[in-house]
């Protein structure tokens, strides 16, 4: 998410003119044509789409319909590639590492050159990374407006859209204790104006969708924190930013993305299901649904796809930030996804729901420090959506085959008539149910045959 000023070291190596980059027709990936697609490349052909053909249909949509490949703006255009260890080591010929508008600039015609050369019709950003603050909120305000008439004209030019956009209320000194759950009102009514802006640009640039992210919502000691004071400024907030939304006629979907830890040690939007219990504590269920990241699902210590299968099976589920993590380091690595399995798992349920739109597969996901090369930006992502298109295929047929989910649909036959009916209905009691067990003693042990389940799976993967 920050910039950085470049070191003596990488102004060097770089040894561009910024300024040819300024230039109208400028090309900021030579060398680099639309990805074709091209079924029959061999394993060392990295810049084409082997198995995501958008047009091609499956199960009545094309794959473009079913997909909703996203490109997000903050890791893709400002990833430096630092961490906790390391200085930067992504160094891009048009970026001079300043936070001068004319960067900004450079940087979102860049990306719009990259969406269009990869293929993929929606993006999504943070307001503070297409952005630069200034002095004040006035001057930042200013300066947003600008990028965000870029922002529209390069959407107009190319035909790429807004699949959603989000407000940073997690970097900035000022919400290092929280943004709607801050202890400081000033903060909060700060935090407050900030989404309201976010708002008016998001129904300006036609965004389907308006993220919400409590990065620094949530505690490190219980000792200073009044719980459930923060939760109920949190509701409050939300209701003011729906109540807002209604007002100017912005049509997106909320969506609440819920992550255990990291930045603070709880986040208060835990998981999906401490997510759904918050919303219907304080009546907002009909308002927002969910944006699920698998890598922060299994930071809570769940598989990869729990999260998307509960929000799914409340009705729930709006959108994915398709990435996936590494479970046994413990921290949020926002990695390409591109394992065919767990794409697998993600594409049942968005084929059981429908579809995601408005949402859609948002790659929410940081090329590795080491990846330096320009080449590598476009074959992480190709690599991850072809990855998502072979999921796409093998949960269609699995769907359409229909020996799955007849077994599952077996397990709980005994709910079709009887006892079961009556349960499944509500139409009982403890009473009756008593009766029921006493006069059939004890109940039969039926194998739940995860094994033989897993085997079908891999018939089809």
Same mark, same amino acid.
């Given at each position: 998410?920050?910039?950085?000023?470049?070191?003596?070291?990488? !102004?060097?190596?770089?040894?561009?003119?910024?300024?040819?980059?300024?230039?109208?027709?400028?090309?900021?990936?030579?060398?680099?044509?639309?990805? $074709?697609?091209?079924?029959?490349?061999? $394993?060392?052909?990295?810049?084409? &789409?082997?198995?995501?053909?958008?047009?091609?249909?499956?199960?009545?949509?094309?794959?473009?319909?079913?997909?909703?490949?996203?490109?997000?703006?903050?890791?893709?255009?400002?990833? +430096?590639?630092?961490?906790? #260890?390391?200085?930067?080591?992504?160094?891009?010929?048009?970026? @001079?590492?300043?936070?001068?508008?004319?960067?900004? =600039?450079?940087?979102?015609?860049?990306? &719009?050159?990259?969406?269009?050369?990869?293929?993929?019709?929606?993006?999504?950003?943070?307001?503070?990374?297409?952005?630069?603050? /200034?002095?004040? %909120?006035?001057?930042?305000?200013?300066?947003?407006?600008?990028?965000?008439? %870029?922002? *529209?004209?390069?959407?107009?030019?190319?035909?790429?859209?807004?699949?959603?956009?989000?407000?940073?209320?997690?970097?900035?000194?000022?919400?290092?204790?929280?943004?709607?759950?801050?202890? @400081?009102?000033?903060?909060?009514?700060?935090?407050?104006?900030?989404?309201?802006?976010?708002?008016?640009?998001?129904? =300006?640039?036609?965004?389907?969708?308006?993220?919400?992210? /409590?990065?620094?919502?949530?505690?490190?000691?219980?000792?200073? +924190?009044?719980?459930?004071?923060? %939760?109920?400024?949190?509701?409050?907030?939300?209701?003011?930013?729906?109540?807002?939304?209604?007002?100017? /006629? #912005?049509? *997106?979907?909320?969506?609440?993305? $819920?992550?255990?830890?990291?930045?603070?040690?709880?986040?208060?939007?835990?998981?999906?299901?401490?997510?759904?219990? &918050?919303?219907?504590?304080? *009546?907002?269920?009909?308002?927002?649904?969910?944006?699920?990241?698998?890598?922060?699902?299994?930071?809570?210590?769940?598989?990869?796809?729990?999260?998307?299968?509960?929000?799914?099976?409340?009705?729930?589920?709006?959108?994915?930030?398709?990435?996936?993590?590494? $479970?046994?380091?413990?921290?949020? +690595?926002?990695?390409?996804?591109?394992?065919?399995?767990?794409?697998?798992?993600?594409?049942?349920?968005?084929?059981?729901?429908?579809?995601?739109?408005?949402?859609?597969?948002?790659?929410?996901?940081?090329?590795?420090?080491?990846?330096?090369?320009?080449? @590598?930006?476009?074959?992480?992502?190709?690599?991850?959506?072809?990855?998502?298109?072979?999921?796409?295929?093998?949960?269609?047929?699995?769907?359409?085959?229909? !020996?799955?989910?007849?077994?599952?649909?077996?397990?709980?036959?005994?709910?079709?008539?009887?006892?079961?009916? =009556?349960?499944?209905?509500? @139409?009982?009691?403890?009473?009756?149910?008593?009766?029921?067990?006493?006069?059939?003693?004890?109940?039969?042990?039926?194998?739940?045959?995860?094994?033989?389940?897993?085997?079908?799976?891999? &018939?089809?993967?």
């Amino acid at each position: 998410m920050s910039s950085f000023a470049p070191t003596s070291d990488n !102004a060097s190596s770089m040894g561009a003119s910024y300024e040819a980059f300024d230039v109208k027709d400028a090309e900021f990936f030579k060398g680099i044509s639309k990805i $074709p697609y091209k079924p029959d490349a061999g $394993p060392t052909e990295s810049l084409v &789409f082997k198995h995501y053909n958008a047009s091609e249909v499956v199960m009545e949509k094309t794959m473009e319909e079913w997909l909703r490949f996203s490109v997000c703006f903050w890791h893709t255009f400002r990833g +430096t590639g630092a961490d906790p #260890f390391g200085f930067p080591t992504l160094v891009r010929p048009w970026d @001079d590492g300043s936070n001068s508008m004319a960067n900004a =600039k450079r940087r979102l015609r860049a990306g &719009f050159e990259f969406f269009t050369k990869l293929g993929v019709k929606y993006w999504t950003f943070h307001d503070r990374d297409i952005a630069p603050e /200034g002095r004040d %909120l006035a001057e930042t305000n200013r300066n947003l407006d600008e990028i965000v008439d %870029l922002a *529209g004209q390069l959407q107009q030019e190319t035909g790429v859209k807004l699949l959603w956009a989000t407000c940073n209320l997690f970097a900035h000194p000022r919400y290092m204790n929280g943004a709607s759950t801050n202890p @400081d009102a000033h903060v909060f009514a700060y935090a407050a104006a900030q989404v309201k802006k976010g708002l008016d640009v998001a129904l =300006k640039l036609g965004a389907e969708n308006f993220v919400f992210w /409590g990065g620094r919502e949530g505690f490190h000691s219980m000792l200073n +924190t009044n719980v459930r004071s923060e %939760l109920d400024h949190m509701a409050t907030f939300f209701r003011l930013a729906v109540a807002y939304k209604k007002k100017i /006629g #912005f049509k *997106g979907v909320f969506l609440i993305e $819920p992550k255990p830890k990291e930045p603070t040690k709880h986040q208060y939007d835990y998981d999906a299901m401490t997510v759904i219990a &918050f919303l219907r504590t304080y *009546g907002l269920e009909k308002e927002i649904k969910l944006n699920i990241e698998p890598n922060h699902t299994t930071l809570a210590g769940h598989s990869y796809e729990h999260d998307i299968v509960m929000s799914s099976a409340y009705n729930m589920l709006g959108s994915i930030d398709s990435n996936t993590g590494s $479970p046994d380091l413990g921290w949020d +690595t926002d990695q390409f996804p591109m394992d065919v399995k767990n794409a697998t798992f993600v594409m049942q349920v968005v084929l059981r729901q429908g579809g995601l739109q408005p949402g859609g597969l948002n790659f929410d996901c940081k090329v590795r420090r080491e990846s330096t090369a320009l080449k @590598d930006m476009f074959i992480s992502h190709i690599g991850a959506m072809d990855t998502f298109a072979r999921g796409l295929k093998v949960a269609a047929n699995i769907f359409k085959d229909g !020996a799955m989910s007849k077994h599952v649909e077996d397990r709980y036959q005994s709910y079709r008539s009887g006892i079961g009916a =009556k349960i499944e209905s509500g @139409d009982t009691s403890l009473e009756e149910l008593e009766a029921f067990a006493l006069s059939q003693g004890e109940p039969e042990r039926i194998s739940g045959q995860q094994e033989h389940y897993e085997t079908m799976l891999n &018939f089809y993967v």
